[in-house]
């Protein structure tokens, strides 16, 4: 936890997924996504705790998306991050940033 | 158990039943849905069991954590709906304008009329305990006139009537005012002393008059505030002074205060009654009767023994008692405009209807769309309440904005309202918005605005249910509610359509009427009141009529003038029974003629032809009598029916069963054309008209002291109004001309209540008509746009396009017919209401619904004409490769 808004690390990879989703936000996707991009394997179990938790602290919304009947008829829910939720990444970045900021020689230095 | 069912007793038993459990329930077993496809049953069936168990094990983390998962955000308060309600709103932004502005206009006239009739008729009247103030007024052919009373009536109600008192009486007064360079002439009223008591408004400066006081022909007055501020500078010492009115000193007894319009708004002063030898004859009814129903006494039980009192006065005094008419004061004032104010009531009421249908179109077609949406909101845990929630909310911010637009749009309409109405409309200042009618206004548009929009989203919201709602055909039954919509529309629109049509070609009638006067535009009236101080006989009138002539006569644009008794298009205030020589007066049988006296070129000036015979002569050297008198067509087809009138002898010099004295006779020299009297509404009276020096050197008297010029000139007259007051002041300062105007604005100024009526009930079948083409338009748009791919199969089935288009007509044309045939219908059922405003056109005019039948069936058509285009030119191939 960190940051004025309490994020966690996985809850700031959800964030950023679902953005980079855009219109593919699922659950599904969203927890494909994690596994491909960050090599992470992800139960649903924990990413809906996750998005629950997201969701309340109101840096997460959703939208129902129409059911498919090719699907059984079952709804899903699109994802979307919400202004507070963008503000919430912003600041975490910058602190990051700062952080980061005259360390890159130190970091890489060691890397080579 | 298999492993699926397992999953699934997990999940259930893990997840609430709230949106978030359903949600992600749904989300699990979509995703197993599409595994089975993809990696087999097996595969899948496994998958949802680990799911399941990380579900619940995670889930009981978290609720361990104190962060449990069934906690899907804040609860739907108001605040949040009316938030979510305004999202809605602003993503169907044609619907929300549509409605808002339907309602608006809609409530604008509501409010507007609700306004007026609230402060004309439904306000209290300002004087205390109105209810038990009455008027009595004489009745003529049965209906209550104003006033026409006579004095000894009075005094015996007075003494006989136990339910009425404070009996107080009035008549008109004018005085002329000529001080400090000012000439003017103010109207009074002359009283008898208790009248201020009686209807119970007290002096703001100066007191009642006492016992004893204010008897007739004291030299007392009361001034109107408005006056006292005009005139005198809202002097505070005011009372006691004297002033000149009418080369006479009064005593100013007091000042009333602001807003007192007792008779009327014109009265400026008010004095004493007057003694006159008309006062003491019975019979000769020029008085007005206020007064206070004693308490306990009902209006009825005061009404019956006013004719019980009556019918014994008769018994022991004569015919001479007249029999009258026992009203509260409320009714009185009210009475002319109460029903055609009552009608627009309606009218707006009807025009209400309208947009409730309307509104009520547009939120089915609204419902129809978002049913798919609340099905899945359902199917995602969201509960029904938070759907009506939101509906309630929804439909409360397009009234609330509705109701606002009509708010400001009836700021215009009432002033537009009051400006139309007749310039007798009473209680005029009490015509204002105050708080009151700005909760009936959002009172009205709430409930219109719920009623309209909610109920068939209720009913829909009700309907979801979870699950594929996949809607592509709507249904048959929302397409006929659709269409019963725009036809009641159609048909609320037709009966007022129906109503404003009977009133304008009433109206048109009316303006059609012949006055019987030449040109009236170019005829300027004037009137010119001489005092008996300063003009006492004939003499000095008659010089002064001249040399007011003369200069008239004098002034470029001018072709001729004349003066008469009595203004032109007005009714007569001399009458009298007529006997033929030979015959003698007998009540009832006798004719009554009205009598008019001419100076100058009076007839020419009217333009008047003589019809037979010629004008009356005058003796140039006054000292011969000529008795010679002219006609109007009316009254010489009542003395010699059929028959030759010329040379017929006359006298109104009448005594019941005597012969009349030879020396009274005059002679029938001339027959004019009729003129209408006051009303275009009703035919010419019979009158006879004598020259002025004759008829007045013969009875010593001319019907009051006023005389009317009127002045032919050439083009429009009323450029003229300043030359010829500057001849009157230049003549008699104390002799000011008043009442300028053309014969013209005469005429029309007694159509107004009739363009008031029309012009407003026009305007809201107008408003009605536009509210329903749209109503029919947009059901039509609706049909067309949700039966695409209806359309589309018929073409490729080879339906040619102008047979899609024609149905789409056909079907608009059905609509419009069932409502036009039901407005049709509640019209001849309606039509007595307007009866009493009609002139010369039945309320059933057959032409009138011809055309309005003719309106409604065009401008359906014409609104469906759009829909139908888009339904001919569907290309079928494009709608089915959507599908």
């Known amino acids: 936890m960190g940051g004025r808004s309490g994020l966690g690390e996985f809850e700031q990879l959800v964030l950023l997924v679902v953005i980079r989703l855009d219109d593919e936000a699922f659950a599904p996707e969203i927890a494909d996504a994690l596994e491909r991009e960050v090599d992470r394997g992800v139960t649903r179990g924990a990413l809906y705790s996750t998005l629950n938790r997201l969701e309340s602290k109101g840096l997460l919304a959703w939208d129902p998306e129409r059911p498919d009947p090719e699907r059984g008829g079952h709804a899903r829910r699109r994802f979307a991050v919400t202004a507070e939720g963008l503000a919430a990444l912003r600041d975490r970045r910058s602190t990051l940033l700062t952080l980061w900021d005259g360390i890159e020689d130190v970091i890489d230095g060691e890397a080579r | ?883």
Request: aromatic share 6%; net charge positive.
């Open chain 2, 1 to 883: 158990m298999s492993r699926r069912g397992w999953a699934r007793g997990i999940l259930r038993r893990t997840l609430a039943d709230d949106a978030r459990g359903r949600a992600i329930r749904s989300e699990l077993e979509r995703e197993h849905a599409e595994r089975t496809e993809r990696d087999g049953a097996g595969a899948a069936d496994g998958w949802l069991l680990r799911q399941a168990v990380s579900v619940a094990s995670w889930s009981l983390r978290d609720r361990l954590a104190g962060r449990p998962w069934g906690a899907p955000g804040a609860p739907l308060g108001p605040v949040r709906a009316t938030r979510d309600a305004l999202r809605s709103l602003r993503r169907a932004p044609g619907y929300s304008l549509a409605v808002i502005l339907t309602l608006g206009a809609a409530m604008a006239a509501t409010v507007s009329v609700f306004t007026v009739v609230r402060g004309v008729l439904l306000r209290p009247l300002p004087y205390p305990e109105p209810t038990t103030l009455v008027r009595i007024d004489g009745l003529y052919d049965g209906v209550p006139g104003e006033g026409g009373i006579d004095y000894p009536a009075v005094l015996d109600w007075r003494e006989g009537l136990d339910g009425l008192q404070g009996i107080a009486v009035w008549s008109g007064a004018e005085g002329i005012y000529a001080a400090d360079g000012v000439s003017e002439v103010w109207t009074g009223t002359s009283m008898s002393p208790e009248l201020l008591e009686t209807v119970g408004i007290r002096p703001a400066l100066g007191s009642w008059y006492g016992p004893g006081e204010g008897g007739l022909n004291a030299m007392t007055l009361h001034l109107s505030h408005d006056l006292w501020e005009r005139r005198f500078g809202a002097d505070p010492d005011i009372v006691g002074k004297t002033i000149r009115l009418s080369d006479a000193s009064w005593v100013v007894q007091g000042v009333m205060p602001r807003g007192f319009v007792w008779p009327d708004a014109e009265t400026q002063y008010w004095i004493p009654l007057r003694d006159s030898r008309f006062l003491s004859s019975r019979g000769s009814g020029f008085l007005h009767v206020a007064a206070r129903l004693t308490p306990g006494t009902s209006l009825e039980a005061a009404r019956a023994e006013l004719a019980r009192f009556t019918e014994q006065l008769r018994a022991e005094v004569g015919e001479d008692v007249r029999t009258v008419a026992l009203r509260s004061v409320a009714e009185v004032e009210r009475a002319p405009v109460a029903r055609a104010l009552w009608t627009l009531l309606g009218a707006v009421g009807l025009v209400l209807l309208v947009a409730c249908a309307n509104v009520s179109g547009l939120s089915l077609a609204r419902t129809e769309t978002r049913k798919e949406e609340w099905s899945i909101r359902v199917s995602l845990g969201a509960h029904r309440r938070h759907l009506v929630a939101g509906l309630v909310a929804e439909s409360a911010l397009l009234a609330l904005a509705g109701g606002l637009v009509g708010l400001v749009g009836a700021l215009a309409g009432v002033r537009g309202l009051v400006a139309l109405a007749p310039a007798d409309l009473p209680r005029r200042e009490a015509v204002a918005m105050d708080p009151a009618v700005v909760v009936f206004a959002f009172a009205v548009s709430l409930l219109v605005g719920l009623l309209a929009g909610l109920l068939p989203g209720l009913r829909a919201a009700r309907a979801a249910a979870p699950g594929v709602r996949r809607s592509r055909g709507r249904g048959a039954r929302s397409h006929r509610t659709h269409a019963a919509l725009a036809a009641a529309q159609i048909a609320l629109s037709v009966v007022l359509l129906m109503g404003a049509g009977t009133l304008l070609r009433s109206f048109a009638r009316l303006n059609a009427v012949d006055t019987g006067f030449r040109d009236p535009g170019g005829l300027l009236v004037a009137e010119i009141g001489l005092t008996d101080d300063r003009y006492p006989d004939l003499a000095a009138i008659l010089d002064y009529h001249e040399r007011f002539l003369q200069r008239v006569v004098d002034l470029p644009g001018v072709e001729s003038a004349g003066l008469s008794s009595h203004l032109p298009f007005s009714g007569s205030r001399l009458e009298a029974a007529m006997v033929r020589e030979g015959q003698v007066f007998e009540r009832g049988a006798t004719p009554i003629i009205g009598m008019e006296v001419w100076n100058g070129r009076y007839r020419e000036t009217l333009g008047l032809p003589l019809l037979r015979g010629r004008d009356p002569r005058r003796d140039p050297s006054g000292q011969e009598a000529v008795r010679e008198v002219v006609l109007n067509e009316s009254a010489a087809e009542r003395l010699a029916p059929g028959g030759d009138v010329l040379g017929l002898r006359l006298s109104f010099d009448v005594e019941p069963g005597e012969p009349s004295s030879p020396e009274s006779f005059y002679e029938v020299v001339g027959v004019v054309p009729d003129v209408l009297s006051g009303s275009l509404e009703q035919a010419a009276t019979p009158r006879a008209y004598y020259d002025i020096q004759e008829f007045r050197r013969t009875y010593g008297f001319v019907s009051g002291r006023y005389f009317y010029a009127v002045i032919r000139t050439r083009g429009d007259g009323s450029g003229l109004a300043p030359a010829i007051r500057d001849i009157a002041r230049e003549l008699d300062p104390g002799t000011p001309v008043r009442s300028l105007a053309t014969l013209e604005s005469l005429v029309r100024r007694t159509t107004v209540p009739a363009r008031f009526r029309t012009l407003s009930l026009g305007l809201f079948a107008a408003l009605a008509v536009a509210v329903a083409l749209l109503g029919v338009y947009g059901v039509m748009a609706y049909s067309v746009a949700t039966g695409l791919r209806r359309i589309g199969i018929q073409k490729a089935l080879g339906a040619p396009a102008a047979e899609v288009g024609r149905r789409v007509l056909l079907r608009a044309a059905a609509i419009a017919g069932a409502g036009a045939a039901s407005g049709a219908a509640a019209s001849v059922v309606l039509a007595p209401v307007l009866e009493s405003m009609l002139y010369d056109v039945p309320a059933r005019d057959p032409w009138t619904l011809a055309a309005v039948l003719a309106l409604a069936g065009g401008g359906a058509l014409a609104a469906a004409a759009r829909p139908a285009r888009r339904a001919a030119r569907v290309d079928p191939m494009r709608i089915l490769r959507e599908e």
